[in-house]
């Protein structure tokens, strides 16, 4: 993204497309008021407002049709999540009406928005720091309560092993730095540079054993139904659900394609997948399905493979769990022995997924790192295992000036454009 194309006005929806009761259009840069203006019915009341007050008025198009009741909020630089001049349009929550009102504001002078422009904008100004953005995003993608909790002391915690380590880094660039301009020699005569060295090296290497991988965290734990078909799946998929999603019968092959869908346990979003069962099929479309579900079995977090009267010798694969369904019928006293039609052992079986999740969740009890920046620690426990060889004592403090440049932009200091692209671009468009 050019330095141009950051001043430019830019529009996108804050909130999720589809149909909703309301929906929030954000147009920010120099010209956002003067934009939002010429589509609305009382332009003298955005224009005066000195900001934060919710004003009712009405979108219309260029012949002045009406086209939605909408309530407009002004922000004034800088006060304002971006910094700049900022209108939020609150209108309903209508596919035609939000298209309508994108069209009508880019026809006036404003662009859509790219990924994660909005926060970059917060960012260049100041008004948000990537260990906030961090926050803010996790925060956003919690699969919990207890971790929506513990978002902001994970971050904290992350940020503040970075700065330690950032600051040793800085101690000793300056203290070689002071060997080249003080010194007699051009040899390394660092005092102490093999500890610090060593010192840094296992800081390092502990705050990447101790993160957990940021892509693991989906904002839901994933919890498949598998095992032969008619034992109950679909039923028990349903009875967790407490609404008829998955068709039942008696005949055996009667789920052809997986289904998902959420609940929420006791804080925690959970993603139930039930598949089909699980035989040598005996045409293609069947096996197509069986694949499939095996697939989203293997991604699951938690896989309960479900046994009925007629397999109950079953054996679980490893990673799975044996969820005895039909205990109805021959009064299985196994653990985890269910009805879906009684619902007898349900409450069992919730009270075990609980736990269950407990445990995930307890997996992402610190803070997480994305592949991106594990590569550049990795980068930096390389360049300071390179120069424990060094004698030059410049190529000992360009090296070491390299190290601290990596972790300074992790931090978010003197990031360079290509880093600050990587980190909004995965954002989505509107944030
Ligand atoms: N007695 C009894 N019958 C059950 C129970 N759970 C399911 N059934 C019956 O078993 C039959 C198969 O149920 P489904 O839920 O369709 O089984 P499924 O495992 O999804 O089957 P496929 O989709 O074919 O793989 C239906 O007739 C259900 O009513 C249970 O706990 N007790
Ligand atoms: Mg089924």
């Not at 006005?9 to 203006?37: E, H, N, Q, W």
């Not at 360009?398 to 932009?409: F, G, L, V, W, Y």
């Not at 990031?415 to 468009?429: A, P, Q, R, T, Y």
């Amino acid at each position: 993204m050019s330095l141009s194309t950051l001043h430019d006005t830019i529009c996108a929806l804050s909130t999720p497309p589809g149909k909703s009761a309301i929906a929030v259009m954000r147009i920010t840069g120099s010209d956002a008021i003067k934009i939002s203006a010429t589509c609305i019915s009382d332009p003298d009341k955005i224009f005066t407002s000195r900001g934060g007050d919710s004003i009712y008025t009405n979108v219309i198009d260029e012949n002045k049709n009406h086209i939605d009741d909408v309530i407009v909020t002004v922000f004034r630089a800088p006060h304002s999540y971006t910094g700049e001049d900022l209108v939020e349009i609150h209108t309903h929550g209508s596919t035609l009406i939000i298209d309508l009102l994108q069209h009508l504001l880019q026809s006036s002078g404003a662009r859509l928005a790219e990924a994660g422009e909005f926060s970059r904008r917060a960012y260049m100004n100041g008004k948000i720091s990537l260990e906030e953005l961090e926050t803010l995003a996790l925060r956003i993608d919690a699969s919990s309560e207890r971790s929506l909790s513990k978002v902001q002391s994970f971050v904290k915690k992350k940020y503040e092993r970075l700065r330690l380590i950032y600051a040793s880094l800085i101690a000793l660039l300056a203290q070689v730095n002071a060997q080249i301009d003080f010194g007699e020699s051009d040899h390394v005569v660092v005092d102490g540079l093999e500890e610090q060295v060593k010192d840094l090296r296992s800081s390092l290497q502990l705050y990447i054993d101790q993160a957990s991988n940021r892509s693991a965290n989906k904002g839901y734990y994933s919890i498949a139904l598998t095992g032969p078909p008619n034992v109950g799946k679909s039923s028990l998929f349903n009875a967790l659900l407490k609404y008829e999603r998955s068709i039942v019968s008696d005949i055996p092959g009667t789920t052809r394609d997986y289904l998902e869908a959420f609940i929420i346990l006791d804080g925690f979003r959970i993603k139930l997948i039930d598949t089909a069962g699980l035989r040598e099929a005996s045409e293609e479309i069947e096996s197509i399905g069986i694949a499939l579900g095996k697939s989203a079995t293997e991604e699951a977090d938690l896989t309960l493979r479900v046994t009925d009267p007629e397999v109950r010798g079953t054996s679980a694969l490893q990673g799975e769990v044996l969820l005895h369904n039909k205990c109805d019928l021959d009064n299985c006293k196994l653990p985890l022995s269910v009805s879906a039609i009684t619902n007898a052992g349900l409450d069992e079986l919730l009270q075990f997924l609980k736990v269950q999740l407990i445990n995930f969740d307890s997996q992402f009890s610190g803070y997480s790192i994305s592949d991106s920046e594990r590569s550049l620690i990795t980068e930096v426990l390389r360049i300071l295992e390179k120069v424990m060889s060094f004698d030059d004592i410049t190529l000992l403090a360009e090296d070491i000036r390299k190290a601290s440049d990596i972790i300074a932009s992790l931090l978010g200091y003197n990031i360079g454009e290509d880093s600050l692209n990587h980190i909004f671009m995965k954002m989505c468009i509107g944030k």
